[in-house]
C-alpha cells in the first residue's frame, strides 16, 4: 500500500474526502452554496470541532443565534456543541472548505511532529 493518496474533484455542490483520500483522523468536504441558498438544517456535533475555509464569494454563519458574516479568506473554527447553519449571501454563492477532527486530538503539530531525514 502505497504512503500517499490522491484524488482530483470537480465542480460539485459537495464533495467528501474521506472515502476518496481513504482519511484516517479528519473528514474534509469541500462545498458550494449557490446565491441566496443556504443549508437546509441547523445541526452540531458530539466529538467533532469544524474548521471552514471560505475559498470564494460570502455568506454568513449562524452560530448559537449569533450572526457571523463571511467572505473569501476567512477561517473559521466552530466547537462542536456550537448549533451551525450556513447561508450564501442574496448576491454571491459561496464555497468552503470544511475539516472536521475530533475536538482536543492534536497532541503535536508541524515542527514538534516533523522529524527531518
Not at 476518496?20 to 483522523?25: A, D, F, I, Q, V
Not at 470541532?49 to 452560530?63: D, F, L, T
Request: with cysteine; hydrophobic share 35%; glycine share 6%.
Amino acid at each position: 500500500m502505497k504512503n500517499f493518496s490522491k484524488t482530483s474533484v470537480v465542480e460539485s455542490r459537495r464533495v467528501e474526502l474521506h472515502d476518496k483520500l481513504s482519511l484516517t483522523g479528519a473528514e474534509v468536504s469541500i462545498n458550494t452554496l449557490e446565491a441566496g441558498t443556504g443549508i437546509p438544517f441547523t445541526h452540531y456535533h458530539k466529538k467533532n470541532e469544524e474548521i471552514y475555509g471560505i475559498i470564494a464569494g460570502k455568506g454568513k454563519v449562524i452560530i448559537d443565534d449569533e450572526t457571523v458574516e463571511l467572505t473569501s479568506g476567512d477561517w473559521l473554527r466552530i466547537a462542536p456543541s456550537a448549533k451551525r447553519q450556513f447561508f450564501a449571501a442574496n448576491d454571491s454563492p459561496i464555497s468552503y472548505i470544511c475539516i472536521q477532527v475530533k475536538e482536543n486530538s492534536l497532541e503535536e503539530y508541524t515542527e514538534n511532529d516533523g522529524v527531518m531525514v
